[in-house]
């Protein structure tokens, strides 16, 4: 059995004169504004799915303490409410990092919880939106280092 990993995806670029296709992906996805982040499974329709918008987004694969981190300060349910630990026990689990485990490991799919975290940019700022995280930018594949990037941007 294969082990599943999330993806943590956030978008990095607006949408201003950009190919139909690329914004329908990131539609798709999730994505439709910048400093948005979403997890998904890393299955390979998610990664054709990057590869397509690889010049507007980074994506990386989270670790269940970035999680839920992510999930007390930006996580929100249907209706705009705030993640409480109540309400995590409305759902079903015993705890906020019990959840960030099952989201993590592709176990889950929360009902009521809202797929989009809205961060804010990142602190002391991104290197370039224009390369690649390979030479020296901000996009596409970063590996583990999402979670530092996540980290800057709760």
Not at 41 to 66: A, C, H, I, N
């Amino acid at each position: 059995m294969r082990e599943v990993v999330s993806l943590a995806v956030v978008r990095l670029r607006g949408s201003v004169k950009k190919r139909r296709e690329v914004l329908d992906t990131l539609r798709m996805l999730g994505l439709t504004r910048v400093n948005h982040c979403v997890l998904l499974e890393d299955t390979p329709s998610y990664r054709g799915m990057l590869q397509k918008v690889k010049d507007f987004v980074t994506w990386g694969e989270v670790e269940p303490s970035t999680v839920e981190v992510l999930l007390r300060k930006r996580g929100e349910l249907e209706g705009g409410k705030t993640l409480t630990e109540d309400s995590v026990k409305d759902l079903g689990y015993r705890s906020i990092s019990e959840l960030a485990r099952a989201l993590c490991e592709g176990k889950s799919r929360v009902k009521g919880l809202k797929k989009v975290f809205r961060l804010h940019p990142p602190r002391k700022g991104l290197i370039s939106i224009k390369h690649p995280f390979g030479h020296g930018g901000d996009l596409g594949y970063r590996g583990k280092a999402i979670n530092d990037l996540l980290l800057r941007m709760v």
